[in-house]
C-alpha cells in the first residue's frame, strides 16, 4: 500500500481488505492504542479524496504505532469473518467509521 502510485483497482481491492481487517480488529486496536485507527481512517478519508501522499503517510504512522506496542508474545485471537470477496466491488472505507 505504501509504495501505490495511484489509487487502481487493485488498490481499492487492498483498501476494502484492510477495512475490513480494521473492522475485526477495532476492538483490539481500540484498547491497545486508539491512535492506531486515528490513522487507519485517515488514510480511508485521504484515499477518497484522492490524496495518495496523505494516505501512505497516515498509513505508515499506523503501521510505526503497530510496531512499536509492547510486545507481549501474541495478540488475542479475533473472530475469523472471512476475507472479502475479490469479485467485489471494494465497499466504501467510510462504512468502518460505524
Do not use: C, W, Y
Not at 509504495?3 to 477495532?26: F, G, I, K
Amino acid at each position: 500500500m505504501l509504495t501505490v502510485a495511484d489509487l487502481d483497482a487493485d488498490v481499492r481491492t487492498m483498501l476494502a481488505a484492510l477495512a475490513h481487517t480494521a473492522v475485526t480488529a477495532e476492538p483490539l486496536l481500540a484498547n491497545l492504542d486508539p491512535s492506531i485507527l486515528i490513522e487507519i481512517r485517515s488514510a480511508f478519508d485521504h484515499a477518497e479524496a484522492q490524496r495518495i501522499d496523505d494516505m501512505r503517510a497516515s498509513l505508515l504512522m499506523a503501521s510505526r504505532r503497530l510496531s512499536v506496542l509492547p510486545h507481549t508474545g501474541s495478540f488475542p485471537s479475533l473472530p475469523h469473518q472471512g476475507a472479502p470477496p475479490h469479485h467485489t466491488k471494494p465497499s466504501n472505507p467510510r462504512d468502518m467509521r460505524e
